[in-house]
Every structure is written in structure tokens, then in C-alpha cells.
């Protein structure tokens, strides 16, 4: 016959291994949480070079012997480099400049002066032409991206949307950095990160111009 306290005593001994068997799992679930928390809180250091780079050396990056420094907007940098004045020229053609200048942030993909000597003959003076306004500007805005974007940000085979509206396309080959209309031949940044106070400016060696809607 089974006898009432030995069924007392097993029943006390089990609800006893269930409770530490519930501290130890409260316990575990806890370290985990302290764990995940802690992994959440970790600085990553991608993003803290990403931001390094978004900031800018005080000293700024060297384009044609003058720094071009972050403390300045992107036109204010453009105007110290003799190398694309004609981009300077061709921006306040357009009515640009003061856009150029506020608070962004932009990313602007500017053309050096032989990047424009490679358009066919004549076609810049056309373009500077006040009738061809329009024309200007959508050229221009087609070099011009909304947003802060450092070269470690752009991957072979990115789409960019520009102001112009129409994709630009990234494209990287042995670490070189091209930017085009996907259909003419990529153009190279030269000098990648020219760090602003609105913006970052990649000095490229062509024209990429927006393809017939």
C-alpha cells in the first residue's frame, strides 16, 4: 500500500527541482539580455571612420596646392581650385551656386576643366548659352546627389538618384571608382572625399551626361 507521506515527499522534492531549475532559466535569459545589451551598446568601427570621414581632416584635402577645408561649403572650396573653374563658371551659369551653398548635405561628382575640354566642340559654349539655362542645369544637377556620401559608401553596381532625377551608376574595377550613365563609357574620381560644411566633392576626369528621357 502506498503510503500518503512518501507521495508528500516526492512531490515536495520535484516542485523544489522545478523552482531551481526556473532560477537557473530566469538566470540564463537574464546573462543573455545583459549580453545582448551589451552588443547593442558597442561602437562600430566602420561607422566610427565612416563618421571620421564625413567630418574631414581641419587641415582638408590639397586640390591644385590649396586645402580645401571642411569648414567651408562646397562653392566656397570650388572657387580656391583653379582646376574646375569651369565647373564654378558653368554652376553660377545656372543659378546654382546659392543652392550649392546651403545646408545640403550634398555629394557633387565635379568635372575638372579637361573634363569639359573632352565635350564635343562647341558644346560647352552652348550650354553656357542663357538660353540653354535649363540645359545647364540639368547637366549639373545630374553630378549632384542629395546626401552625404564618402567614397567607402559607393559599391560596384549602385544606383544613385540624382537632383537631375535620372540614376547614376557606380561602378568600382581594381579599386578605381567610375561613376556613369550606364550606356557611354565610366569617368574616374580623381580625388575622392573633398570634405565640406555641406557636402563632399569627388574631383572626376569627364563629363557623365544624362541620357535622353
Known amino acids: 500500500m502506498n503510503h500518503p507521506l512518501r507521495f508528500a515527499s516526492l512531490s515536495l522534492f520535484s516542485a ?33 571612420l565612416s563618421d ?9 584635402v590639397m586640390v591644385d596646392g590649396v586645402p580645401m577645408t571642411p569648414d567651408k561649403t562646397i562653392v566656397q572650396n570650388a572657387v580656391m ?5 569651369t565647373l564654378v563658371k558653368a554652376v553660377q551659369a545656372a543659378g546654382l551656386d546659392g543652392a550649392l ?16 575640354d573632352k565635350l564635343p566642340n562647341g558644346a560647352l ?3 553656357l548659352k542663357p ?20 567614397a567607402q559608401d559607393l559599391k560596384d553596381g549602385q544606383e544613385l538618384t540624382t537632383l537631375n532625377g535620372a540614376k547614376l551608376k ?21 580625388i575622392p572625399d573633398v570634405i565640406s560644411s555641406n557636402g563632399v566633392t569627388h574631383v572626376i576626369d569627364g563629363v557623365v551626361l544624362p541620357l535622353a528621357q
Open 16 to 48: 523544489a527541482v522545478l523552482g531551481l531549475a526556473g532560477c537557473g532559466d530566469n538566470k540564463t535569459t537574464d546573462t543573455a539580455t545583459t549580453r545582448t545589451e551589451s552588443m547593442e551598446t558597442t561602437v562600430d568601427s566602420t561607422a566610427m
Open 52 to 60: 571620421s570621414a564625413r567630418i574631414g581632416k581641419s587641415e582638408g
Open 81 to 85: 581650385a583653379s582646376s574646375v573653374s
Open 101 to 116: 551653398s546651403g545646408a545640403g548635405p550634398f555629394t557633387v561628382f565635379a568635372p575638372t576643366n579637361a573634363a569639359f
Open 125 to 127: 559654349a552652348g550650354l
Open 131 to 150: 538660353e540653354s539655362k535649363d540645359k545647364l542645369k540639368s547637366v549639373l544637377t545630374y553630378h549632384v546627389i542629395q546626401g552625404r556620401l564618402v
Open 170 to 190: 557606380i561602378s568600382v574595377k581594381d579599386g578605381k571608382i567610375m561613376v556613369g550613365n550606364g550606356k557611354d563609357a565610366p569617368v574616374n574620381i580623381q
